[in-house]
């Protein structure tokens, strides 16, 4: 299915990143659902850009995600490491020993009992012949552990990598720290599956465009990233390499430990990822990156709990599926190397995302009308913990406005007919009630939101002058004495002091006047 598609391979790094990746997978297979009555053309996103074909031992055909996913001991719950659709090659292979044979098995992990309902089948056939998948209810969403109780799609043999040598859940053994997760792929066992797994998958492609890679920037999967952006660069130089730093709301209760853990490796995590990828967005719903309490960011219509990451990473899985759709089109499309080159020139190799879910928008209505009945102004809404860039300068910025009609715009950097799907088991964070922007699928009374428009924005502004010239301050104030647990994990003294330069350095090529900008 490949014809002449440009393929990107994707890397989720962390459970943070799983949960966002299960949301985003979700939309896409919900995309690749049977279209509108009518409607026989292709679509303007092109599917194989991230998926691939392939075929089981006993010759079904499979369509799975381009993915290699990483994540630690325990997480997968009763998702198995090698997924479902090649079930156990080894005990289905001929044996020849004629003796007696015991097989050992391990204790399985219990499904989560809330979304059996939702796994357990695909949906309800309508009265309109239409195939409508169960949502999740607001009260069972407190029930979802992990990111695999909601992933609906089958995933390839090589993708789930467990790291065994750290736990996911428990007191001890846990990937906390920037120096851990380097080392992780600084051991040959490690580093060699990933590189097999690297291969696999590019040596199948015919025009590679490059990798994206989710990564958590809150704990040691930032380390993680950080040398596996520098793998990709020694590896594939000249593909593009788009990393999106993850970060889940923090906890206004969380132990002073872990503040600082995170405020160190999202800052050694976005200095070291900006060196080895094309550009670097950080994703997140809270409102500041260092240590100073902000609320997290609010929706004019849209209603979430951010203490969820169920909630929190649907949101950023539509923001993504939503900026990421210049490299994914069928035509006009442009490849993720030169969406880099016009957002990161000069240095500028941190941008921020925003977007406004649901975009306002009532079918027929110009574009021009909608935009005069707010005011002028767009109702963004920050998505990078980087505070608003409203009044700022921008240098460059990527906008996707999806879920339009062609025959009521203007003019954009994209637009696209398709809408975002929200379908479940994405959480039920809209009104039931027909409203502004919301394309239901289904009677209004307790119907689900099936799909919405988004208006979505990569950005590089001064803003980002502040931003980072902020998080170099609080980490000099630190006083490495009293977290030597953090630099025991490896990271010395001179690296922190590099850190600091380096996050200066990065802040200036943002500061209005500077010769770079002008």
Same mark, same amino acid.
């Given at each position: 299915m490949a014809g002449g598609a440009r393929e990107v391979l994707t890397l989720q790094l962390g459970h943070f990143a799983g949960f966002v990746g299960a949301h985003w997978w979700n939309q896409q297979d919900a995309a690749l659902g049977p279209r509108t009555e009518g409607d026989s053309s292709p679509g303007e996103l092109c599917p194989d850009v991230l998926y691939r074909a392939g075929r089981t031992l006993h010759g079904q055909e499979t369509y799975t995600p381009r993915l290699i996913l990483m994540d630690l001991k325990g997480s997968l719950n009763s998702l198995k490491e090698e997924g479902g659709l090649y079930k156990d090659r080894q005990l289905e292979a001929a044996v020849a020993w004629q003796g007696k044979l015991t097989t050992h098995r391990e204790e399985e992990y219990p499904k989560n009992p809330n979304l059996q309902d939702l796994l357990s089948a695909e949906g309800v056939l309508n009265t309109d012949g239409v195939w409508r998948t169960k949502p999740i209810q607001n009260g069972k969403e407190n029930g979802v552990r992990v990111w695999s109780d909601f992933l609906r799609v089958h995933l390839h043999p090589r993708s789930i990598f467990v790291i065994h040598k750290y736990n996911h859940d428990g007191e001890t053994g846990r990937l906390e720290a920037f120096g851990q997760g380097e080392g992780i792929l600084k051991e040959p066992r490690y580093l060699e599956e990933l590189e097999d797994r690297l291969h696999f998958y590019v040596e199948e492609c015919d025009y590679l465009q490059g990798f994206q890679i989710l990564c958590d920037l809150h704990d040691g999967f930032s380390g993680v990233g950080a040398k596996t952006a520098e793998l990709l660069q020694d590896e594939y130089s000249g593909r593009g390499v788009i990393t999106w730093g993850l970060l889940p709301v923090p906890s206004s209760l969380g132990e *002073?430990?872990?503040?600082?853990?995170?405020?160190?490796?999202?800052?050694?995590? +976005?200095v070291h990822l900006t060196g080895y990828s094309s550009f670097v967005c950080p994703l997140s719903l809270g409102g500041h990156l260092g240590l100073r309490p902000k609320p997290p960011v609010s929706f004019p219509d849209l209603h979430y709990d951010a203490t969820l990451p169920f909630h929190c990473s649907a949101i950023l899985a539509t923001a993504l599926d939503t900026v990421t759709a210049p490299f994914r089109l069928r035509s006009s499309m442009v490849p993720m190397a030169h969406l880099a080159d016009l957002l990161s020139?000069?240095?500028?190799?941190?941008?921020?995302?925003?977007?406004?879910?649901?975009?306002? %928008?009532?079918?027929?209505?110009? !574009?021009?009308?909608?935009?005069?009945?707010?005011?002028?102004?767009?109702?963004?809404?920050?998505?990078?913990? &980087?505070? #608003?860039?409203?009044?700022?300068? &921008?240098?460059?910025?990527?906008?996707? !406005?999806?879920?339009? #009609?062609?025959?009521?715009?203007?003019?954009?950097?994209?637009? +696209?007919?398709?809408? &975002?799907?929200?379908? *479940? *088991?994405?959480?039920? %964070?809209?009104?039931?009630?027909?409203?502004?922007?919301?394309? %239901? #699928?289904? *009677?209004?009374?307790?119907?689900?939101?099936?799909?919405?428009?988004?208006?979505?924005?990569?950005?590089?502004?001064?803003?980002?002058?502040?931003?980072?010239?902020? %998080?170099?301050?609080?980490?000099?104030?630190?006083?490495?004495?009293?977290?030597?647990?953090?630099?025991?994990?490896?990271?010395?003294?001179?690296?922190?002091?590099? +850190?600091?330069?380096?996050?200066?350095? +990065?802040?200036?090529c943002y500061q209005e006047g500077n010769s770079l900008s002008n």
């Open positions: *002073p430990q872990k503040k600082i853990y995170r405020l160190l490796n999202t800052a050694f995590g +976005l020139f000069s240095g500028r190799k941190v941008v921020t995302a925003e977007a406004v879910i649901p975009f306002p %928008l009532d079918p027929g209505q110009a !574009l021009p009308d909608i935009l005069g009945q707010l005011g002028g102004t767009t109702p963004w809404t920050p998505l990078s913990a &980087c505070g #608003d860039s409203a009044g700022s300068r &921008c240098f460059a910025q990527s906008v996707v !406005l999806r879920g339009i #009609d062609r025959t009521s715009h203007t003019s954009s950097s994209h637009l +696209l007919l398709t809408p &975002c799907r929200v379908a *479940p *088991p994405y959480p039920h %964070l809209f009104s039931s009630f027909i409203h502004k922007g919301l394309a %239901l #699928d289904g *009677p209004p009374k307790g119907a689900a939101v099936q799909s919405i428009p988004v208006f979505g924005a990569l950005r590089s502004s001064s803003s980002l002058y502040r931003t980072l010239g902020d %998080l170099a301050e609080e980490l000099a104030r630190l006083d490495l004495r009293r977290w030597a647990s953090f630099m025991d994990a490896g990271v010395e003294r001179g690296d922190m002091e590099e +850190l600091l330069q380096d996050l200066h350095s +990065l802040a200036q």
